[in-house]
């Protein structure tokens, strides 16, 4: 979920760049409904829905009104923990996928990354777009990819993850197992200095990166670990909110949102009431917020049979 100042930035970056596909019109909420779902007050949200065709994977746009003034990240707060960070993509042709970035007029980073894990030699970018909104376009061995994600035969494949750096790796890890019912699928480690030369960091990096999902082929999320002291990775957990812009929170898909939501109230975790309301022309769903240890807001939306959304 994307906080934003307006729809049409995002709509042109994801829909004409990276070929997703909007979901049906803009939806508005009123007041009362903006309210309920996310405890904002006196604000009307228009709602965009964009999918990668062919999969479930996908961007919700918010656009609030008034809209927020601030962003949740800037380029000083790029190693600040507890609020999510990189929105990842994969193109089985990087080269060519980077040309076709800089055609359409978007400034990637000066740097790229390339770093070696135990599958072969990988390759990453940073688009800032708006909102300070951050994708991570990656290349590598094609082999590993089709464990990673279903859609490899175009310039981008769908959401591949969603990553933040944490605070606390066992709190976050056991929220997202005990309430979302998510594992470890993949874990890795990057030392090479071109990645921190990508991220803007002065200090010599030791990321390890921890990815919790369902499986592989499904979006998950990276947690991820800079190797730095404490002091170096300031939170942001009070800031991540969908009163300031950026990349605000993620939707779940659970097939049971009241046993979700027990687990998470026994926990302690931060949530709202269950709503039920239609968006992108679906029939009605139930679905709440809930906010994870390290301050990630989560949606959490009832569907009963998961495998065939």
């Known amino acids: ?10 709509l042109a970056l994801f829909g004409g760049l990276m070929g ?5 019109p803009p939806q508005t909420l009123m ?36 809209p927020p003034r601030a962003c949740i990240r800037e380029r000083d707060t790029a190693l600040h923990a507890d609020a999510l960070k990189v929105i990842d993509f994969y193109s089985p042709d990087f080269d060519r996928m980077l040309a076709h970035v800089a055609s ?16 072969g030699r990988f390759q990453e970018a940073h688009l800032w777009g708006p909102d300070n909104v951050i994708l991570g376009l990656l290349g590598g061995p094609r082999e590993f990819f089709k464990r990673f994600a279903t859609v490899t035969d175009r ?10 750096p944490v605070s606390d790796l066992a709190a976050v890890k056991t929220f997202y197992r005990d309430v979302l019912g998510l594992s470890t699928v993949y874990e890795y480690k990057i030392t090479d200095p071109s990645f921190g030369e990508l991220i803007g960091s002065e200090e010599t ?25 404490r002091d170096r990775m300031p939170s942001l957990r009070d800031q991540a909110t969908e009163l300031r812009r950026g990349i605000v ?3 779940v898909l659970v097939p049971d949102l009241q046993a979700s939501l027990a687990v998470a109230r026994r926990r302690g975790d931060s949530q709202r009431e269950a709503v039920t309301l239609s968006i992108a022309g679906q029939t009605e769903v139930s679905m709440a917020l809930v906010q994870a240890p390290h301050g990630v807001e989560h949606l959490l939306v009832q569907v009963s049979d998961i495998e065939s959304v």
């Open 1 to 10: 979920m994307i906080s934003c100042h307006a729809l049409e930035p995002h």
């Open 249 to 251: 929170g993620a939707v």
């Open 104 to 119: 359409a007029g978007y400034s990637l980073e000066p740097d790229v990354a390339a770093y070696e894990l135990p599958e």
């Open 155 to 164: 310039l981008f494949s769908e959401v591949q993850s969603l990553s933040t």
């Open 205 to 229: 990096l030791a990321l390890h990166a921890t990815n919790v999902g369902r499986r592989t082929e499904e979006p998950y999320f990276g947690l991820i670990d800079y190797g730095l002291a």
């Open 20 to 24: 997703l596909h909007p979901e049906g």
């Open 31 to 66: 007041p009362s409904a903006t309210a309920a779902l996310f405890g904002v007050t006196d604000r009307q949200l228009r709602v965009q829905v964009l999918r990668t065709p062919g999969t479930r994977t996908g961007i919700v746009l918010l656009e609030f009104d008034p």
